[in-house]
């Protein structure tokens, strides 16, 4: 129970306000009730008013009498003092005797007040707290405390109606898991000739590519319940639940079978198992349990785990028996960005002149949850600007801002700042350009974004390469490096501007001599290996002290010659290169049409 943090303030406060009420009650309210509007009198008032015949009722108690006025619209209360003919003269001046004149709170209604209300309070409080305390941990479940079977959770979600039409490109996934409706629609048909499906299914792609849509769709296809948890949440909850989560998480899936189990990330429990300085209890409990379900089942009772991760050389899950089918859920490629956007498209309203192939190629590299962002973002776009459709500039510039960030509207650049980044960017368009005879780009701006980039250059694909010749990769690398060697080329000095080209050149450069054997001298050995290839990739280098040494060395000697290419090609195209940088900084953007048009002219 050591994640249950009690909110020390919080109590502190609910306390201390129970206390002022009780106080508050104690001092205004209960004296009120007790004894409302009793006047005290002095001894002699009260023989006055007996003499004069003025007292309705009276009522002689221990130490004080009681009385009130002749119609008995007002209490009066005095001492009570050794007098002897008192009672005969209240008699004879016709006062009542009574045993109840002023309504002291009954027995009950004390009772009430000085325990049962405190206790109500206390109570209502506490119940306020405890609610408070849940939301803060997670809802209702998370405070059961009969943790070993938290039979409260359920798991089973709707799948949202989605089906593989809804998923747009993605074929070859699509494809392969229709396998698994069929299955569950017709399960005697795999019976009879004695196959089974795979226990378990591992989408695997980077992040936003649509793996649990295709899990959904899965169920939706198949109309089955679809039960879903995240790896992370297995391992996140009070420690040691997982295991008896992962347990739960079956049992109630197979009472619903057939049924598809979807567990995302799931990478989180899935770790392999080698790493012994930071072995993590807790997940090896629930990883171990989840094996442990998985080996138990029998073939064909229905049961079929789909599981989603972005890191799949972290899984020591995938061993025959269990996880033994992947699917490689891809980054969408021309085509299928274009269908992602059209799918998307179809949600908003959209002016008719817009192109979405455009659109699909200006977003090289973007996956399909940034896709669905753009389209969005572009309905944003239009709706601030009053219109009742969305344009083609709407889509164009929301590709920016989920790749870029939003324009910075009060951007703060000093005008040579403006004129060194117009050079820079024109820098790498022009050294581009050079170098292979085409409109290197799409869009050239310098208006600030706030993703902290100063200018931007949208590159086009015209289709989807899938091959780079060292040619190419070199090219790309002097490309990196035009926008240092335009402001050399013209500044003779050198600013922060080029952070990241200078990464971007140095790690297709390293890759070039360690993984792609363009080397001099290595040949074909790989000198690096790539581990989460998903999530930018973490290279690992895999050679003695002085190969690496000379791997530096080629690094730096390849850069420095693409580097001095693109000084050159800036040196010989200076006209060119000033007025394209005056261009831009002036208009600030430009398209690549206009760029190639003053290149050519
Ligand atoms: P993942 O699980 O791979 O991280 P999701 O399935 O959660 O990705 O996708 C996130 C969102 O991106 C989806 O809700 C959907 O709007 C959009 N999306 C991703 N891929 C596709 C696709 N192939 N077709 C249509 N929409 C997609």
Redesign the pocket.
Known sequence: MNEVKTPKKPLIFYYGIAMVVLLLLNMLVMPLITQHQVEEVDYGTFIKMTENKEIGQVEIEDNQILFTNKDKSKIYKTGLLNDDGLVQRLYDSGAEFSGEIVEQMSPLMSFIVSWVLPVVLFVVLGQLLSRQLMKKMGGPNAMKFDMGKSSAKVYVQSSDGIKFA?????DEAKENLSEVVDYLHNPNKYKEIGASMPKGIL?V??????????AKAVAGEANVPFFSMSGSEFVEMFVGMGASKVRDLFRQAKEKAPCIVFI?EIDAIGKKRDNQLSTNDEREQTLNQLLTEMDGFEGNNGVIILA?T?RPESLALTRPGRFDRRVP?EL?DLA?RE??LR??AKKIKVAPDVDLAKIARMASGA???E??NIVNEAALRAVRDGRASATQADLEESIEVVIAGYQKKNSILTTREKLIVSYHEIGHALVAAKQTNSAPVQKITIIPRTSGALGYTMQVEDGDHYLMSREEIENKIATFTGGRAAEEVVFHSVTTGASNDIEQATKLARAMITRYGMSDNFDMVALETVTNQYLGGDASLACSAETQAEIDRQVVDLVKKQHAKAVRILQENRPKLDELAKFLYEKETITGEEFMEILNQ
Do not use: R, W
């Not at 809804?166 to 993605?170: H, I």
């Not at 792609?205 to 295709?214: A, D, N, Q, R, V």
């Open positions: 809804d998923v747009a490109g993605e989408l792609g980077p992040p936003g590519t649509g793996k649990t849509m295709l995302d989603a972005n859920v969408p299928g269908a992602i799918v998307h996956s399909g949850a896709l669905a």
